[in-house]
């Protein structure tokens, strides 16, 4: 079962500058967790936004949470050719299995 | 955060042979594991849960003859693809929960799974 869905799903951007994707989703949630998986590998857990938050920060990581129009925005700044990764927002509802979106394809050029 | 070992990472096996894989929580007690399959550039598809000491609830459309889970202990469940083929070449992801309602989950680094 799949809810969240990202958008745009590819971005090619050059170092240095800001990148930003979004997730929307369809049912009421407990909490959002934006990953990050490298080609071919395991996802990294980026950071984590409860459903009574609103804005988190962690690093250049900066994530939004509208509950209301159920959409979540991760913003990446400063973005660095290492970033080069797929993106994902999972959203956890009242039976906590984590449900993923399809992710964002990001390029960042150095 | 918590450690999930996932092995192995990767393993290439002929049609028709079983492959098992085995995700370990390193230092909490999962009571809830989820696997999960990934089709290139594809999202992560939830195939099954599984509750320590309980059978797993699958997905729908994920054959569970086909798909084994043993969830035998607090910190270890197995996915056994039997008889494998082709097709279910694969990357294959575990995530386990730890205790508490709300609990956040963890991932393994995932096996690729390729059948020749």
């Known amino acids: 079962s799949q809810q969240g869905e990202e958008d745009p799903q590819a971005l090619s951007i050059q170092e240095g500058e800001n990148a930003t994707m979004n997730c929307s989703y369809k049912?009421?949630?407990?909490?959002l967790q934006w990953y990050r998986q490298n080609s071919g590998r395991g996802l990294v857990h980026l950071i984590l936004i409860r459903s009574n938050e609103r804005e988190k920060h962690s690093g250049r990581l900066r994530v939004t949470l509208d509950t209301s129009k159920k959409s979540s925005s991760l913003l990446i700044t400063a973005s660095r050719a290492a970033d080069t990764a797929s993106y994902f927002c999972?959203?956890?509802?009242?039976?906590?299995?984590?449900?993923f979106g399809r992710g964002t394809s990001l390029i960042v050029h150095p | 955060g918590a450690v999930v070992s996932q092995h192995p990472s990767w393993v290439i096996c002929k049609s028709g042979t079983s492959v098992k894989i085995e995700c370990r929580s390193l230092?909490?007690?999962?009571?809830?594991m989820f696997w999960y399959r990934q089709f290139p550039k594809q999202s992560l598809m939830l195939m099954a849960t599984s509750n320590e000491g309980s059978k797993a609830t699958y997905e729908q459309g994920v054959e569970k003859d086909k798909f084994l889970i043993n969830h035998a202990s607090l910190t270890l469940s197995t996915l056994t693809v039997t008889s494998a083929h082709p097709e279910d070449s694969s990357f294959y992801i575990c995530?386990?929960?730890?205790?508490?309602?709300?609990?956040?989950?963890?991932f393994g680094q995932g096996t690729r799974l390729t059948v020749v």
């Open positions: 999972a959203t956890w509802g009242g039976s906590y299995i984590p449900t």
């Open positions: 230092d909490f007690q999962a009571t809830t």
């Open positions: 049912t009421s949630i407990n909490n």
């Open positions: 995530s386990a929960r730890d205790k508490g309602v709300g609990a956040e989950a963890f």
